[in-house]
């Protein structure tokens, strides 16, 4: 989540020291892009651990660790696709608009003992 915050004091500090400048012309066809690839990438997210074919080696509490890691990676993406947008639409909305589902995102999938107990009793 701090990756997150970090994202928008970028946002907001190049907003900020931007001249005043009209939004692409191509923003709006971006935003439809990028919301279909979030959304993408939130789903995958939520399901990395069920599609899994093969149990990465190692004892549950490692493998856990791996799954947690790389849906982090995949909730924090969809905040990056909120940044590139509104780098090029000069609307902090727009990173708004992927931040907040990006932070539930993270606070959703949490590491947690009893989703940890849930995932060794799976596996």
């Known amino acids: 989540i701090f990756a997150i915050v970090s994202y928008g004091g970028v946002a907001g500090l190049v907003l900020g020291q931007a001249p005043a400048a009209g939004p692409d012309a191509d923003a709006g ?3 439809m892009i990028f919301a279909a690839l979030a959304g993408t990438q939130g789903i995958l997210a939520l ?6 074919r093969d149990k990465p080696p190692g004892p549950p509490a490692m493998r856990f660790r791996i799954h947690i890691i ?3 990676a995949l909730a924090e993406a ?8 509104c780098l090029m639409s000069r609307a902090f909305g727009d990173f708004l608009a992927f931040a907040l589902p990006s932070a539930a995102l993270m606070v959703w999938l949490f590491p947690t003992p009893r989703r940890l107990e849930s995932y ?3 596996r």
């Open 47 to 52: 399901a990395f651990p069920s599609i899994l």
């Open 78 to 85: 969809v905040a990056l696709y909120g940044l590139v947008l």
């Open 120 to 122: 060794a009793e799976r």
């Open 70 to 72: 790389v849906q982090f």
């Open 29 to 31: 066809m971006m935003r």
